[in-house]
C-alpha cells in the first residue's frame, strides 16, 4: 500500500458536543454508542433492524462542494460510529429538553396527544423535525412521507400525524375532507347532531409556541473546516476484531479494494449490517468510501443520466424528480418507475442511508429498483486499479450467474439509466404485505419496445423480484414474443410462457407460492393494460384504448393524508374550571416522552458490578434434552455463568409455567439457559456457542387441528345455552354450516420485554424493575423460584413501553428466570430482549378455530345457532383457559339468538404458551359471528347489515348466560353510526363504483359491538391506593394500577384533583410497586381506570373527612394551611383507598352469572377499495361510534379507541405469523411482521363518544382500553364486502369462506377470475410447505 497520512482519529459532534475517539471499535452502532457510551438514553432500540424508526438520528453532513449542509434522518442502529467522521448527530436530547426548552416539535406532539406509551416518540420528533430543518413550512404529504419509517403500536398514527400538520402552512387539521371547511366552525357542524354540547378540540393550538426556523442549532464550524482541508487523511481505526479504513481518494479506494477483495463497501450499511446482526456474517475489515465525491455526482447527457453509486436513495429520488420536470414525459418513462418505487421503498430514514451503488451490488431478491433499472437498460460503470468497464445490469450480473459479479478489485462508480423513446414503455409493479416499508411480495421491471408506428414488438424485458432467489428474467418467453403484436393472444401467451419459465416450486422460502405465481401473470397484466393505454394515447385511431371498466386497475392506490373527526361531550359548563376531570389533559409524562426524558428500563444508569443476560431457546418444537455443553460459552471471555434449571433453588415450574426447560423441551423458543456476561455482545455470542442434544419425541402438535386428532386441551370444555337448539333447527327455513380461521396476533410493543434484577446483600432481598402490567405476579413467581417469602421481593415498574396484554404473564416468567441468574451470580442482572427473541418466546394473541351451524328464516331472522371454538393455547395454560371463557361468555356479540349453544376449549400444542392480548379472545371470536351474520346475509339475498339490524338486541334482555341488560345504548350507536356514516348511500355510491370498475372494487361494512369489561371472578376486580400529603400541601399518589401507555396516572391525577379539590400541579405520581402497595391485581381487562379511580377516590375521600373539620372552621383558607393544620393537630395526612371490587361472579355448572360489570357498546363503519389483481387494500373511510358513558379524559379515550382499532386493523389484515409445518415461528422481527403504518390508518377518520350512563363506575365512565380493537374488523368485512362484488361479477354467487386476516395473498386468492385459474396447482399431499396456518 502507498504510504497517505493516515489517522486514528473518529470525529463527529452529538448534539453540538465534540467526540474524539481513538481507533473506534467498527462493530459499534450509532444507537448503542448513544445510549451505553454517551448515556442519551432518547434514542430507543426496537427492533435493530432498520425497520421501526425507533432510534431515529438526524445526521448532519457539509458538502465542501456545494457548501450546503445535507440533513436527513438515519436510524441509529444501522449506523456505525466509524462512519460518522465529520457528521454531526443530533438527538431528541439536542432537540429539546425539559430542563431548558422543549422544542416546538416535542411540544406539539406531546399536545396533540400523539404519545401514549412514548417509546416511539424520540423517534417521531427526530423524523418530523429532520424534516422540518429541511423544509420548514413542510406540505401534509411530506409530513406523511416523514413518518413512514417510523412505527407505532399504541396511537393509531392520527394524533402524530396531526402534531406534525401543525407545521403546515396551510393546517389542514381541523379539514372535513372534501369541505374545505374546519370543524371548528360552530356555525356548520352538518357532521355533528347539534342538539348536543359536542366539542371536536382535543388541544388549544394558540398554547402552541411558535415555530422559528431561525433558531435551530448551526452546523459545527469544525466540521465545516474539516470537510474544506484539502489535506484530507485516509481514516484507520482498529477495534476489538476488526478493522476499518475510510480511503481518502479513489485512487486509494481502488488500492484498498485490491488489497482487502473480501472486505465490504460500507455505504449505508443497509445491507451489510442486518447480514451481520441476522445472518452472523463476519468481516475483519471494512473499506468505507462514504463521502468520497468521486461517486456523488448526476451527469445528463443525450444518450440518459448517469448518476454516482454514492448517491443515497432519497438524492436518487430527487435527482430523478428535477431529470423528470425538465425532459419530455415520453424520455422519462424509467425515471417514473423508479420514482413511484422510491416513495414506498423503505421508510425515509433507510433511503436516505441506503445507496444506489450498494443496492445495484447487494441484489436483494426483493428489490424494487433493480427490475426497473433492468428493464430500462441501466448499465453499471465500474472501476479498478486495470481502468474502467461497462457491464448491463440486466445481464447475467443480475441474476448472480457464476462469473458475472463484480471482479474482486473493482467497484461501483456509478449507474447510467438511459432515457427512454417514443415507442417504448418501461413501468414496475409491485405489490407488499403493506403500501409503505416493506419488502414486496412480488415486483416486477417491465418494458417493450415496438417497430415504430406499430404495435408490433421489437423488444421485450420481463424482471422479476421475490420470485426465486436472485430477481429474474423471463427472457425465454420476452425473446419467443418478439415480432408479435400487442393484443390479446400475444398476453395469453406471455402469461403461460412466463409461468412456465419461472416455475415456483411448491416448498418454496417464503411460501405464498400460488399467489406468487397469481401475481406474475397479473402483473404482466397489468403491463399489457398500461401499453395498450399508452398505444392508444399514441395514435387513437390505430390501437382501440383499453375497455373503460379496466382503466382503473392502472392506478396505484395513492397514499393520503390522513384528515377527520373527534367528536366527544363538552364539559359541563357548571363544572368548576380547577376540575379537570372530563376534560382532554394531556398524558401526564407526555412532554418527557417526547422529549426522551422518560426513563424505560434500559435507560437506568448501569448498576455497579451489573452482568447482561442472553437467552439460549429450544430449536425443537418437542424433544428430550440428551445434554447441555456449556463449556465453549464458559470459555468465552468475560461470561460469568451459564444458568440452567439445576439452579432454580425453588420452584422451576410454577403453577404450569416453566422457568428454564428441565430434561425435555415442549416447543420451540422455550428458555433452556442463560448465559450471563460482562456486555451483552459477549452474553449473545456465547449464548450462540451453548450446545445442546436433542432427540425428538412424538407427537408434535402444533396446529388446532392436529390437536383435535390427539385429543390435546389444556382444560376442559366451558359451555352455554339457551332454548333448544336442536329443536329449533328442525323449523327453520335453511341451515348454513362454516368454518372461520383466525390467525394469532404478536404484540409488538415498542419496548421489549426488560427486566433489571438486582440482588439484595441482606435477608435474600431482590429488587426488580420491569415493564409489567401485573407487578406482584412477577413477585410470586420470583418468590417461588427462590424460594423466599414475597416480602423480601420488590417490583417496581414505572412505566413501559406499550403492553396490550402481553406483559401481564410473561414479565414473571422472564423476572423469575432473571432472579435467578442474579441469585447465583450475587449480581445485578439486566435482560433486556432482542425483538427476535421477545417475539419467539413471549408468543401472544390466540390463533382460533370456530365451527358454526346456523339455523334461520329466509327474510334472514337467526332462530339457532350452534358455536364450537377451539384456540391454540400453545405449550402451557397461561391465560388460555380465561381467554376461552371470555370467548364462550361473550360469543353471542350484539345479537339476540333464542336458541343458543357456544362451547369452547384451548388446545395445547408444541407452540410457545399464548398469552393475554387487548380483547381478550373478544376479537378472533366475534369474527365467527360476524362471519356467519355475514354467510346469513348472503344466503338471504340481504345485506349483513339487515341481518344484523334485524337479530340485534332492541330491549332489555338477558344474554345467554343470563345477565340482564339494556341495549339502549348499543342501538344508538349503530344507528348513529348508519346514519352520520351515510352507510346506505355510500353502499349505493360503491356499487356503481363496482359496476363500472372491473378490477378495482369498493366495500363497505358496519359491525357492532356488545363488549365488556373486568372480570368474572370478584377478587380480581379490587383495587387498592395509597394517598400521602406533605406538609408543603404536594401530595402522591399511588396505587396498584400500572401505566402502559394508556394513561392511566393521568386520570387518577384527574380523579384525585376532583377528590381533593386541588389543582393537578399539586399531584404527583411517581411508580407503582409491590412494597407500596400490595398485592394489586394486573393491569388489563380494561378496568385500570374502574378500580383504581374508586380506590384512589376512597382514599382521597378519607382524607377530606378528616380535613373537612379544618376547612369548615377556615373555609376561606388555602389548601397549604388547612394541611399545616391537620398536622399541628396531629391529624394523618396519609390514608390507604380500597375498592372492594365488581361483585362478578360465573357459574359455569349453571352456565349462568354476573359475569361482568357492565358492557361497552359501539359500532365502526369502514370503506374500502380492494385491487384486485393484486390483493391489495386501501381503507378509505372509518367511522367509529362507542359508548363512553361520561368520559373521564376524553383525549385518552379517544388515543385508546383509535389505537386499538387500528391495532385490530392490523389483526385482520396485514399482521400474519409465519411457522414452519415444524413450529419454528419465521416472523421473529418487523422486516417479516407488519404491523399498520401511517399509510394503513383511514383517509378519512371519524370517532364519537357517545354518551351513556353508567352509574356503577367511576364519574359514569366506561373502560376503553380494549373495546376498539374488534372494531377494526368493519375493515375485514368492508373487505370481504368487496371481493364478494368481485367474484358476484365472475359469476360466483355462493357463500364463500372467510378468514382472518385479509392479507393480500388471502384477497387476490379469493378474487378467482382467469388468472387465478391459469396458474399451476400442487397437490398437497405431495410436499410439505413453507409455511402452516396453525389456526
Ligand atoms: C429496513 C430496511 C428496509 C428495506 N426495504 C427495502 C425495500 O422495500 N425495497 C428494496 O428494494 N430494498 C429495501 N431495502 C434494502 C436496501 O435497498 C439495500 O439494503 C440498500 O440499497 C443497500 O445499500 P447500502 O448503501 O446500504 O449498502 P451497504 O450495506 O453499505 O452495502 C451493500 C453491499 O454493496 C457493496 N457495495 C456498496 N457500494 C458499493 C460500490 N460502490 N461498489 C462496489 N460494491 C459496493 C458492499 O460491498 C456490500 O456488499 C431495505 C433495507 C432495510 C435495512
Ligand atoms: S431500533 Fe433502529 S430501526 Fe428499530
Ligand atoms: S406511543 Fe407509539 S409506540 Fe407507544
Known amino acids: 500500500m502507498p504510504s497517505l497520512p493516515n489517522s486514528d482519529e473518529l470525529i463527529f459532534f452529538v448534539n453540538g458536543k465534540k467526540v474524539t475517539e481513538k481507533n473506534a471499535d467498527p462493530e459499534v452502532n450509532l444507537l448503542f454508542y448513544l445510549r451505553k457510551v454517551l448515556r442519551l438514553t432518547g434514542t430507543k432500540y426496537a427492533c435493530g433492524e432498520g425497520s421501526c424508526g425507533a432510534c431515529t438520528v438526524m445526521l448532519s453532513r457539509y458538502n465542501p462542494k456545494t457548501k450546503a449542509i445535507h440533513h436527513f434522518p438515519a436510524t441509529a442502529c444501522l449506523v456505525p460510529i466509524c462512519s460518522l467522521h465529520g457528521a454531526a448527530v443530533t438527538t431528541v436530547e439536542g432537540v429539546g429538553s425539559i430542563k431548558t426548552r422543549i422544542h416546538p416539535v416535542q411540544e406539539r406532539l406531546a399536545k396533540c396527544h400523539g404519545t401514549q406509551c412514548g417509546f416511539c416518540s424520540p423517534g417521531m420528533v427526530m423524523s418530523i423535525y429532520t424534516l422540518l430543518r429541511n423544509h420548514p413550512e413542510p406540505t401534509p404529504e411530506q409530513i406523511t412521507e416523514a413518518l413512514g419509517g417510523n412505527l407505532c403500536r399504541c396511537t393509531g398514527y392520527r394524533p402524530i400525524v396531526e402534531s406534525g400538520k401543525t407545521f403546515c402552512v396551510e393546517s389542514t387539521v381541523c379539514r372535513v375532507k372534501g369541505s374545505g371547511k374546519c370543524c371548528m366552525d360552530q356555525e356548520d357542524q352538518s357532521f355533528v347532531n347539534r342538539q348536543e354540547k359536542i366539542c371536536t378540540k382535543l388541544y388549544n393550538e394558540d398554547e402552541f409556541q411558535p415555530f422559528d426556523p431561525s433558531q435551530e442549532p448551526i452546523f459545527p464550524p469544525e466540521l465545516i473546516r474539516m470537510a474544506e482541508d484539502p489535506n484530507k487523511k485516509r481514516l484507520t481505526f482498529q477495534g476489538e476484531r476488526t478493522t476499518w479504513i475510510s480511503p481518502v481518494t479513489l485512487n486509494d479506494l481502488l488500492e484498498l479494494r485490491a488489497s482487502f477483495p473480501t472486505a465490504p463497501l460500507v455505504m449505508g450499511n443497509t445491507a451489510v449490517g442486518p447480514s451481520i446482526k441476522f445472518r452472523d456474517e463476519f468481516h475483519p475489515v471494512f473499506i468505507s468510501p462514504l463521502g468520497l465525491p468521486e461517486l456523488y455526482f448526476v451527469n445528463t447527457t443525450d444518450a440518459g443520466v448517469t448518476i454516482g453509486a454514492g448517491y443515497s436513495l432519497a438524492q436518487l429520488n430527487d435527482a430523478l424528480r428535477f431529470i423528470v420536470s425538465e425532459q419530455p414525459k415520453e424520455r422519462t418513462k424509467t425515471y417514473r418507475a423508479l420514482l413511484k418505487h422510491l416513495r414506498t421503498l423503505a421508510g425515509a430514514q433507510i433511503r436516505n442511508m441506503a445507496t444506489l451503488g450498494g443496492h445495484v451490488v447487494n441484489r436483494p431478491n426483493f428489490s424494487d429498483l433493480n427490475p426497473i433499472l433492468a428493464a430500462g437498460n441501466a448499465t453499471i460503470n465500474l472501476m479498478s486499479k486495470d481502468g ?778 369502514s370503506e374500502v377499495e380492494v385491487d384486485c389483481l393484486t390483493g391489495a387494500h386501501k381503507l378509505l373511510r372509518t367511522d367509529i361510534f362507542i359508548d363512553a358513558a361520561f368520559s373521564i379524559n376524553p383525549a385518552l379515550d379517544i388515543g385508546q379507541v383509535e389505537g386499538a382499532f387500528i391495532q385490530g386493523m392490523g389483526l385482520y389484515t396485514t399482521e400474519e405469523l409465519k411457522y414452519s409445518p415444524e413450529g419454528v415461528l419465521y416472523s421473529r422481527g418487523p422486516n417479516d411482521y407488519k404491523i399498520p403504518t401511517v399509510t394503513e390508518i383511514p383517509e378519512e377518520f371519524y370517532v364519537t363518544l357517545v354518551r351513556s350512563r353508567n352509574p356503577i363506575a367511576i364519574y359514569s365512565s366506561k373502560g376503553l382500553g380494549e373495546a376498539g380493537m374488534f372494531l377494526g374488523s368493519s375493515v375485514l368485512f368492508a373487505i370481504y364486502d368487496a371481493v364478494a362484488a368481485a367474484r358476484r361479477e365472475r359469476g360466483l354467487t355462493k357463500t364463500f369462506a372467510l378468514s382472518s386476516p385479509a392479507t393480500p395473498e388471502v384477497i387476490r386468492m379469493t378474487c378467482v377470475d382467469q388468472f387465478t385459474d391459469m396458474i399451476p396447482r400442487d397437490d398437497p399431499s405431495t410436499f410439505t410447505p413453507w409455511s402452516i396456518h396453525v389456526s
Request: proline share 6%; aromatic share 10%.
Open 388 to 1165: 474502467q468497464r461497462q457491464i448491463p445490469l440486466n445481464g447475467p450480473f443480475l441474476e448472480k450467474s457464476p462469473g458475472a459479479d463484480l471482479k474482486p478489485d473493482e467497484i461501483v462508480l456509478s449507474v447510467s439509466i438511459p432515457f427512454s423513446t417514443q415507442w417504448h414503455f418501461v413501468w414496475g409493479l409491485r405489490l407488499a404485505q403493506r403500501q409503505e416499508n416493506a419488502f414486496a411480495i412480488v415486483n416486477a421491471g417491465m418494458s417493450v419496445k415496438f417497430e415504430d408506428s406499430t404495435n408490433v414488438i421489437k423488444e421485450l424485458q420481463m424482471f422479476y423480484g421475490s420470485v426465486a432467489r436472485t430477481v429474474v428474467s423471463a427472457s425465454q418467453s420476452c425473446q419467443q414474443l418478439i415480432g408479435r403484436q400487442w393484443d390479446d393472444q400475444m398476453l395469453s401467451d406471455a402469461c403461460r410462457w412466463v409461468l412456465a419459465e419461472l416455475p415456483i416450486p411448491p416448498a418454496a422460502e417464503g411460501g405464498m407460492v400460488e399467489y406468487k405465481r397469481t401475481l406474475i401473470v397479473s402483473l404482466l397484466f397489468k403491463f399489457y393494460l398500461k401499453v395498450r393505454r399508452g398505444l392508444n394515447k399514441m395514435d387513437p385511431q390505430k390501437f382501440p384504448d383499453i375497455p373503460e371498466k379496466f382503466t382503473s386497475a392502472l392506478e396505484d392506490f395513492p397514499i393520503e393524508t390522513p384528515e377527520g373527526m373527534q367528536m366527544f361531550q363538552c364539559v359541563d359548563p357548571c363544572q368548576p374550571p380547577q376540575d379537570p376531570v372530563g376534560h382532554p389533559i394531556m398524558h401526564q409524562s407526555a412532554i418527557k416522552h417526547a422529549t426522551g426524558e422518560a426513563i424505560y428500563i434500559d435507560d437506568m444508569p448501569p448498576v455497579d458490578q451489573e452482568l447482561f443476560l442472553a437467552v439460549v431457546t429450544s430449536t425443537r418444537a418437542h424433544a428430550k434434552i440428551l445434554s447441555i455443553d456449556k463449556s465453549e460459552a464458559l470459555a468465552l471471555p468475560g461470561v460469568v455463568d451459564v444458568i440452567t434449571a439445576e439452579d432454580v433453588p425453588g420452584d422451576n415450574n410454577h403453577q404450569g409455567e416453566i422457568l428454564y426447560a428441565r430434561n425435555k423441551v415442549i416447543c420451540v423458543g422455550q428458555i433452556v439457559c442463560t448465559v450471563a456476561a460482562d456486555t451483552y455482545a459477549r452474553a449473545r455470542e456465547a449464548a450462540k456457542k451453548v450446545k445442546i442434544a436433542y432427540e425428538d419425541i412424538e407427537p408434535r402438535i402444533i396446529t388446532i387441528e392436529q390437536a383435535l386428532e390427539h385429543n390435546s386441551f389444556l382444560s376442559v370444555e366451558k359451555k352455554i345455552e339457551q332454548g333448544d337448539v336442536e329443536q329449533a333447527f328442525k323449523y327453520v327455513d335453511q341451515i348454513i354450516e362454516g368454518e372461520v380461521h383466525v390467525e394469532g396476533q404478536e404484540h409488538f410493543y415498542m419496548e421489549t420485554q426488560s427486566i433489571l434484577a438486582i440482588p439484595k446483600q441482606e435477608d435474600k432481598e431482590m429488587v426488580l424493575h420491569l415493564g409489567t402490567q401485573f407487578p406482584t405476579h412477577v413477585q410470586e413467581f420470583v418468590a417461588a423460584a427462590l424460594n423466599v417469602p414475597r416480602s423480601r421481593i420488590a417490583c417496581h415498574m414505572k412505566r413501559t413501553g406499550g403492553a396490550f396484554g402481553g406483559k401481564v404473564s410473561k414479565p414473571a416468567l422472564l423476572g423469575a428466570v432473571s432472579a435467578v441468574a442474579a441469585n447465583k451470580t450475587g449480581r445485578p442482572i439486566r435482560f433486556i430482549l432482542e425483538r427476535g427473541d421477545d417475539m419467539l418466546i413471549t408468543a401472544g394473541r390466540h390463533p382460533l378455530l370456530g365451527r358454526y351451524k346456523i339455523g334461520f328464516m329466509n327474510n334472514g331472522v337467526i332462530k339457532a345457532a350452534d358455536i364450537e371454538y377451539y384456540i391454540n393455547g400453545g405449550c402451557t395454560l397461561d391465560e388460555s383457559e380465561t381467554v376461552l371463557e371470555f370467548i364462550v361468555l361473550k360469543s353471542e356479540n350484539a345479537y339476540c339468538i333464542p336458541n343458543f349453544r357456544c362451547c369452547g376449549r384451548p388446545c395445547k400444542t408444541n407452540l410457545p404458551s399464548n398469552t393475554a392480548f387487548r380483547g381478550f379472545g373478544f376479537p378472533q371470536g366475534m369474527v365467527v359471528v360476524e362471519a356467519y351474520i355475514t354467510a346469513v346475509a348472503s344466503q338471504c339475498n340481504l345485506l349483513p347489515e339487515e341481518v344484523r339490524e334485524i337479530n340485534m338486541y332492541k330491549r332489555i334482555s338477558k344474554t345467554a348466560y343470563k345477565k340482564t341488560f339494556n341495549p339502549e345504548p348499543l342501538r344508538r350507536c349503530w344507528k348513529e353510526c348508519l346514519e352520520k356514516s351515510s352507510f346506505y348511500d355510500r353502499k349505493l355510491a360503491a356499487e356503481e363504483f363496482n359496476t363500472k370498475n372491473y378490477w378495482k372494487k369498493r366495500g363497505l361494512a358496519v359491525v357492532p359491538m356488545k363488549f365488556t369489561i373486568g372480570m368474572p371472578t370478584a377478587y380480581y376486580n379490587q383495587a387498592a391506593a395509597l394517598v400521602h400529603i406533605y406538609l408543603d400541601g404536594s401530595v402522591l399518589v399511588i396505587h396498584g394500577g400500572c401505566e402502559i401507555g394508556q394513561g392511566l396516572y393521568t386520570k387518577m391525577i384527574q380523579v384525585a384533583s376532583r377528590e381533593l379539590n386541588i389543582p393537578q400541579s399539586y399531584i404527583h405520581l411517581s411508580e407503582t410497586s409491590t412494597t407500596t402497595v400490595p398485592n394489586a391485581v394486573f393491569t388489563a381487562a380494561s378496568m385500570g381506570t374502574d378500580i383504581n379511580g374508586k380506590a384512589v377516590q376512597n382514599a382521597c375521600q378519607i382524607l377530606m373527612t378528616r380535613l373537612h373539620p379544618i376547612i369548615r372552621k377556615n373555609p376561606k383558607g388555602k389548601w397549604e394551611d388547612w394541611i399545616t393544620k391537620a398536622f399541628e393537630d396531629s391529624i394523618s395526612l396519609s390514608a390507604t383507598g380500597y375498592f372492594k371490587g365488581y361483585q362478578t361472579n360465573m357459574d359455569w355448572e349453571k352456565e349462568e352469572g354476573d359475569a361482568y360489570p357492565y358492557f361497552v357498546y359501539g359500532a365502526s363503519c
